[in-house]
């Protein structure tokens, strides 16, 4: 399992145990749980060294680096597929704190966005940067958090909210859903006064929290 070799190296140590427990957990189930856990990350993960020296990733990180993008695992470092991306990657690590920075790198030629977060972790593994990465589409899979608990929103009016999300107008959306325009546009007022907004601008922002991105 590749996070064996993360977890071997910093082992889950006593000062982080949880003290809320009414008996004593089973702390090798509990590593092989987290680490199964983590292995299950939709998003793509690595952890690297300052030498840009991959320590773990995820499926979904390998995944990623194994096709034509512009990340890429060569003799175990991670790399850019154009040696022009060197140097923000190389800025992206120096600079990585506690504090998450990001950079993006595009490649006009795969047409492509690759998003890139990076935080420092603490010691005594301060020397190790744990990096997601984000292939940015116009379809990127999400989903949305529970509106109806949220904000009371109905079913369809979050289904409403989705496609306008997606970039769809409400033309767009009636025939995605198969209702009238008059009736897509009856969902975003009530929507839009659930959420105590009066705009499309308002709407966008007042819901972008509850964006759940599934990779």
Request: proline letters at 4%; one cysteine or more; a neutral charge.
């Amino acid at each position: 399992m590749r996070t064996a070799n993360l977890y071997e190296r910093q082992p889950f140590a006593e000062p982080h145990r949880p003290d809320r427990f009414s008996s004593a957990p089973d702390y090798e189930k509990l590593e092989h749980a987290l680490a199964h856990w983590i292995e299950a990350e939709g998003r793509a993960r690595v952890l690297v060294d300052d030498a840009l020296r991959v320590c773990w990733l995820n499926p979904s990180a390998e995944s990623l680096m194994s096709g034509p993008n512009s990340i890429l695992i060569r003799n175990g470092h991670i790399r850019t597929r154009e040696n022009r991306f060197d140097r923000q990657l190389r800025e992206l690590i120096d600079g990585a704190a506690s504090q998450m920075s990001t950079c993006c790198l595009h490649d006009a030629k795969a047409g492509e966005h690759l998003v890139l977060t990076a935080v420092r972790l603490s010691a005594p593994s301060d020397d190790m940067v744990g990096l997601t990465l984000l292939r940015a589409t116009e379809d990127f899979p999400f989903r949305f958090a529970d509106l109806h608990s949220a904000f009371g929103l109905t079913q369809t009016e979050s289904r409403v909210a989705y496609h306008l999300m997606c970039g769809r107008t409400a033309e767009e959306a009636s025939q995605e859903l198969g209702v009238s325009l008059e009736t897509v546009r009856t969902h975003i007022k009530r929507a839009y006064a659930k959420l105590g907004v009066c705009s499309r601008e308002g709407f966008f922002h007042r819901l972008t929290p509850f964006v759940i991105l599934l990779t």
